[in-house]
């Protein structure tokens, strides 16, 4: 299950962070913006099977609305018979804003059966301390959606992740416990969209490495030029003796 969710999406500058499938098994409460997307490859090494397939994931996401998020992603097995689709979703009911976190609502590995499919609760909260820097931690619980299933526990998830910023390139680190193994793992992501990472798991103890695209740049381009071009027209329509328009006035 970590193979199919391992690349982090996380993107944007302090304070304003966009969830997606994380570098762990558990994805955030954060929910991509309208018209981002990412895709993923990753791969999976053990030591004790180095032919070993079940690492392999190729995985989608984008963000479809404000706060809706949908994604989908293919797994390997041992057999190429036995390989899964599975879909997932996820709505973010609460916007962080000051002291209140993300709070969403999601289902995941829809279409693997019984077995996998569940919904989750989550809670985020991101932080930005003079002594600690940027960091992100996350909560909540995953639910089996088929009480019949062979694991149908309630099981608690938690995590924190910490972000080094750099001028051309952003490093992350996370560490989380997705209910029934701990996970840990580094992500280097550049400008330009392009996110490599590495991680250890300790459910099936292996190494798995990633590589992804965000169209985050391009959407950012996007926006900026959306916001300029509304002020412009905000400028032209205004009376020449009008008072300047403050910031406020131009949405900021």
């Known amino acids: 299950m970590a193979a199919v969710l391992f690349l982090l999406v996380l993107a944007g500058d302090a304070g304003a962070s966009f969830g997606g499938r994380g570098l762990i098994s558990t994805p955030t409460a954060d929910v991509l913006p309208r018209g981002m997307f990412v895709a993923a490859l990753t791969g999976g090494y053990r030591a004790e099977d180095p032919f070993d397939r079940t690492g392999a994931a190729l995985a989608f996401d984008l963000g479809l609305g404000r706060r809706l998020q949908g994604g989908a992603s293919w797994s390997a097995a041992s057999a190429p018979d036995a390989a899964t689709l599975s879909w997932d979703a996820r709505a973010l009911v609460l916007r962080q804003d000051g002291a209140l976190p ?27 301390l003079p002594s600690a820097g940027f960091f992100q931690l996350h909560a909540g619980v995953k639910i089996p959606l088929y009480p019949d299933a062979s694991d149908a526990d309630i099981k ?3 995590g924190i992740e910490k972000t080094w910023y750099a001028l051309s390139r952003d490093w992350r680190g996370i560490a989380e416990w997705d209910g029934d193994a701990f996970s840990v793992g580094v992500e280097q992501r550049f400008r330009e969209g392009l996110r490599v ?49 403050t910031p406020k006035e131009d949405g900021k």
């Not at 999601?106 to 989550?122: C, F, I, Q, R």
């Open 102 to 128: 993300n709070v969403s609502i999601a289902a995941a590995e829809l279409g693997e059966g019984k077995e996998h499919a569940v919904g989750l609760a989550l809670v985020s909260k991101e932080f930005n």
């Open 156 to 158: 608690p998830i938690g």
């Open 197 to 245: 990472g590495v991680a250890f798991e300790t459910d099936t103890p292996r190494v798995l490495f990633a590589v992804g695209f965000a169209n985050e740049p391009i959407v950012t381009e996007i926006d900026n030029a959306k916001r300029l071009a509304k002020q412009a027209a905000r400028l032209a329509t205004r009376p020449a003796d009008a008072p300047p328009v």
